[in-house]
């Protein structure tokens, strides 16, 4: 039963990421793509992600992790995490861009890449005590 129970929770925070990210990620993307039009892709990155980094701790930590005590060490990770995906965002999109030649679809593909890091660093690093 235990087993049952450990196994419905792991689907639900799955479940849960997915539609909270659906919800971060497209506002994210909407800018990230509206700034890519007007702005360096470094720059269009940092903005998009300093978005990403307010929603998504919000979001992603009282829903989908049920983090009910902020911490500043949790803030801080949270923090870090999303340094390390806004270079993996940047560099990606620039290798892509190399390519494709065109940086709003090389964003796109990034978003994936970006979801699934993003999941595994916030469940085993930044929110791993719940």
Not at 109 to 115: E, K, Q, T, V
Request: with cysteine.
């Amino acid at each position: 039963m235990r087993i049952l129970k450990t196994l419905n929770r792991e689907n639900n925070k799955k479940i849960n990421f997915a539609l909270y990210a659906f919800l971060v990620w497209s506002i994210t993307q909407i800018s990230l793509q509206v700034l890519l039009i007007f702005c360096a892709i470094s720059l269009s990155t940092l903005l998009s992600q300093l978005i990403y980094l307010i929603l998504g701790y919000k979001f992603y930590g009282q829903k989908v992790f049920q983090n009910k005590k902020n911490s500043y060490e949790k803030l801080l990770k949270f923090l870090l995490m999303s340094i390390f995906l806004w270079f993996v965002n940047t560099k990606g999109i620039h290798l892509l861009d190399m390519y494709i030649h065109n940086k709003n679809i090389s964003a796109v593909f990034m978003i994936p890449i970006l979801g699934f890091l993003s999941f595994q660093i916030q469940k085993y690093l930044v929110f791993k005590d719940y």
